[in-house]
T-cell receptor, first 112, second 110 residues
Framework: NAGVTQTPKFQVLKTGQSMTLQCAQDMNHEYMSWYRQDPGMGLRLIHYSVGAGITDQGEVPNGYNVSRSTTEDFPLRLLSAAPSQTSVYFCASSLAGGRKAFFGQGTRLTVV | QQQVKQSPQSLIVQKGGISIINCAYENTAFDYFPWYQQFPGKGPALLIAIRPDVSEKKEGRFTISFNKSAKQFSLHIMDSQPGDSATYFC?????????FGAGTRLTVKP
């Protein structure tokens, strides 16, 4: 059972570079989401998707882009990395909304 | 402004003791209140959850108490074990929006 798989696990970027964080799930969940986790802040919702072709903004969407072409995949794109985007990023999936979400192992991103 | 406030930030409990973590929320539209457990280097994992029409839910050693009028809910870990040492997050959800508390780092001393 793979569940939610995130790649890469670690990444170092230079300011201004772009990159894509990958997320895939094999549970046939319609709902997928991206969070960032920062010390003392808990997890904050960046973007979410309720199905292929449908995405929406969460609490902290600026600087991030998403698309959902398949049920399984939900990549997160950083268009021009900034040091403020240094964080641990988690992808999650669930059958519906925020109910019973399954999280991936996370991607630790450092922007220098 | 954080919509879900969690306390304490850290908690140290002796093995066999009771761990209590508290959360308060602002938005009365929230209708699902989960607790997640996170070990270092891992993603959060759902521990237990409650809906606002229930005042208490118990699963093994873990109990959620919910006070709708006070907009507060808490996690009680009975007979705490060293293996329970982790960071715990409360959350409040409505439709596609889930807001997390800042987390509580629990250490259970043997």
């Amino acid at each position: 059972n793979a569940g939610v798989t995130q790649t890469p696990k670690f990444q170092v970027l230079k300011t201004g570079q772009s990159m894509t964080l990958q997320c895939a799930q094999d549970m046939n969940h319609e709902y997928m989401s991206w969070y960032r986790q920062d010390p003392g802040m808990g997890l904050r919702l960046i973007h979410y998707s309720v199905g292929a072709g449908i995405t929406d903004q969460g609490e902290v969407p600026n600087g991030y882009n998403v698309s959902r072409s398949t049920t399984e995949d939900f990549p997160l794109r950083l268009l021009s990395a900034a040091p403020s985007q240094t964080s641990v990023y988690f992808c999650a999936s669930s059958l519906a909304g925020g109910r019973k979400a399954f999280f991936g192992q996370g991607t630790r991103l450092t922007v220098v | 402004q954080q919509q879900v406030k969690q306390s304490p930030q850290s908690l140290i409990v002796q093995k066999g003791g009771i761990s209590i973590i508290n959360c308060a929320y602002e938005n009365t539209a929230f209708d699902y209140f989960p607790w997640y457990q996170q070990f270092p280097g891992k993603g959060p994992a759902l521990l237990i959850a409650i809906r606002p029409d229930v005042s208490e839910k118990k699963e093994g050693r873990f109990t959620i108490s919910f006070n709708k009028s006070a907009k507060q809910f808490s996690l009680h870990i009975m007979d705490s074990q060293p293996g329970d040492s982790a960071t715990y997050f409360c959350a409040a959800s409505r439709a596609n929006d889930m807001r997390f508390g800042a987390g509580t780092r629990l250490t259970v001393k043997p």
